[in-house]
């Protein structure tokens, strides 16, 4: 479970995407957090170097899991909504947080290093455990299944799911 503070929460390879927004943060062309009105409203995933920014259909706890796999798993059946993306992963060392959390306090695991394709799939799950602010929005898991790639695809959405902005 991750808060995810703003309606989301971020997958990075912490150390190179730190380097890289330290060059890049005054870049007026750039969306914060890689949220273009196509990464809102459609495949629902900001993207940068090093980094996925997952948006989340509430302002609160939600459930994640993330499962590192050999090869590309099969799609989970019960997701509303599944997207994929590339994830370079130089330190094989990913982190997970989100605005108001410091990246330090979040979770880490270790992953294969270099390019990594990443499966972000959106399933229908009831509340968490844990306690929740109960603002609006559906209760999803964030699947996010990583495995290893040879070459760059790009983002692809996989399975189109129906609006689920909180609110």
Do not use: C, N
């Amino acid at each position: 479970m991750i808060d995810a503070d703003h309606g989301q929460f971020y997958v990075q390879d912490l150390d190179p995407y730190d380097a890289w927004i330290a060059e890049h943060a005054m870049d007026p062309d750039l969306a914060p957090a890689g949220w273009t009105d196509e990464a809102v409203f459609v495949h629902r995933i900001g993207v940068e170097p090093h980094s996925i920014s997952v948006g989340t259909a509430r302002d609160d706890i939600v459930e994640s899991l993330i499962t590192v796999h050999a090869s590309a798993p099969t799609t989970q059946p019960a997701a509303e909504h599944i997207v994929e993306t590339d994830l370079d992963v130089p330190t094989g060392q990913l982190t997970m947080s989100s605005p108001g959390t410091d990246p330090a306090d979040g979770p880490r695991m270790t992953v294969p290093a270099g390019l990594l394709r990443a499966r972000i799939s959106y399933v229908p799950a009831g509340p968490p455990s844990a306690d929740t602010k109960g603002g609006p929005g559906g209760h999803f898991l964030y699947q996010v299944d990583l495995w290893p790639s040879d070459r760059a695809q790009g983002l692809v959405i996989v399975k189109q799911g129906p609006e689920i902005r909180a609110g």
